[in-house]
């Protein structure tokens, strides 16, 4: 005699309570079905929460006698994974990934490893704030952007702010996270999805997600800005533009007409192409400042300073090859002038070959018996050109030293009086 | 008229604020059967459990290959691996391999070369445009 196979029955013997089923095995086939059948995709970022619905894992009762030969190599993967977009906050404790990540970035034991697993998830992968790091990597971001311009002006003061932006970018931007998370050992995942290991970093190349980093105003005229190159002065940049001084635009990788940015011939290469990498870029960085907020929000603020000195701030950054000069020697006479300096006049220091082909010449720039700066070139107008930006990086490059305090030493417990910082007047030229 | 800024990106060195131990991975593969595999099931049994626990940091993934020669791949964080075929090795001798993998910066081996430094010279580079010079 055939056996009944209970997924073949009618919906009218499964609606029907049968109050005695003919063998007990049916009954917990019935019950187990209708279990799985009712699952529906709920999940708990709390520990707490995660107590009244767990979600069905695959045990030996609902697989079939086939699945037991080769049992999943993840026995915590519940039956529903691959229908979630990104792995569940419990999956994070049994993934060996995660925990290296975790130890070998010394985090404290006090960051859950389920706290590091969300901050794997890009918002392009789970739209869902609850479960993605777009919170952490917003609250990374400011703390990382506060430590860093705080250096800046403490060891820098006279930076002109294009300069400064520069500079904030070349730390905190994210080609350097991008480039610190890889340093990290962060492997990326093929595709974002429930089923994935935690321990890898979700993003998807589809959709980029609209994750809120920072801070800055959408301007009216973003498209004049962007297709017709209008001019955009430095102070209307401090107050509406990004922590970087760019531009504040939601359309990531899209042109802003509406239609996808078409990768040239010149930008695929066997990276991919261009808006994929930048993209692939964002999503590390993004979770680099996601760790950030993390030991924010379970260390606190000592922590994370720390943190981000030894990640962020001691990357090695040359302030001077930042400076793009136009005309050196006018800007050096109006410093001269404002200063009330003796005007600047270029002497030639010395000389070889002036008749040859490779002349060089050594020129100085002096304020009365001052010298101011140095150059050498091929040329008499090069060597002076050449000398006076030295002069003008030479001020604008002044430090008061690398033991300056910063306001956010402030912060801690028996600080001593704070002394005022130097504050510079500002550019000599400024925009 | 003003100063225009240039964009370059920061560079970090390893050690220096943060160390991250470069060997991300360990894969182990042995064999029940084979008489070469016979130090590594030895390692498996009596240091390995040890040794991870002492190295957090790393992943271990231990897998059977059977009929094959044991074999311990490091992998780094800048994308190599490095293979070493621990066959009739003792457990202890094992051991030392696997230092070796987690010391390893993943890096080709190469012959030593001077140092490179990202430091500009404290000395300065001699110039022959500088000083008195020299009468000959």
Known sequence: MKRLRVDRWTGQLLVASSSRPATPGVAAALRSRRCLSTTTTTRHQSAVAAEAVAPIYENAENVAPSDLRFPPLDKTLPANASSLPSPLPERALHSPKLAALHARLTLSPKIPLQTLARALVDASADPNPQFNNSNLAFVGQTLINYHASEWFMMHYPRLPMEVLYAAMKGLGGDPSLNKVAMSWGIEAAAAPGGEVDPGLLQFSLESTGDSILGFGYKRSEVNKLQNSKWRRGVASRVVLDNDFGEIVSRNFGVKHDGEEAEPTEKDITSYGNAVKRAISQKAHANCMRAVVGAVYTHCGRDAVKSFIKAHVLSRTIDLSKLFEFKHPTLELAMLCSREEFEPPVARLLSETGRLSRTPVFVVGIYSGKDKLGEGSGASLEQARWKASMNALKAWYLYSPGEDVRMPSDMLEEDAKPWEPAYIDIGEIISR | ?136
């Open chain 2, 1 to 136: 008229m003003a100063i225009k800024a240039l964009q370059t990106i920061s560079t970090g060195r390893n050690g220096v604020g943060a160390f991250i131990l470069q060997c991300k991975r360990i894969d182990i593969h042995f064999c029940d059967w084979a008489g070469s595999s016979k130090g590594m099931n030895g390692f498996i049994k009596s240091l390995l459990p040890k040794f991870a626990a002492a190295h957090p940091q790393i992943e271990f993934v231990v897998s059977p290959r059977p009929s094959k020669h044991p074999v311990a791949i490091g992998h780094y964080i800048n994308g190599r691996e490095k293979a070493i075929c621990v066959r009739n090795m003792e457990p202890y001798q094992i051991l030392k391999k696997l230092e070796l993998l987690r010391d390893a910066s993943g890096e080709k081996l190469k012959v030593t070369k001077p140092v490179q430094s990202i430091n500009e010279s404290v000395r300065g580079i001699w110039s022959p445009y500088h000083g008195n010079g020299m009468k000959v």
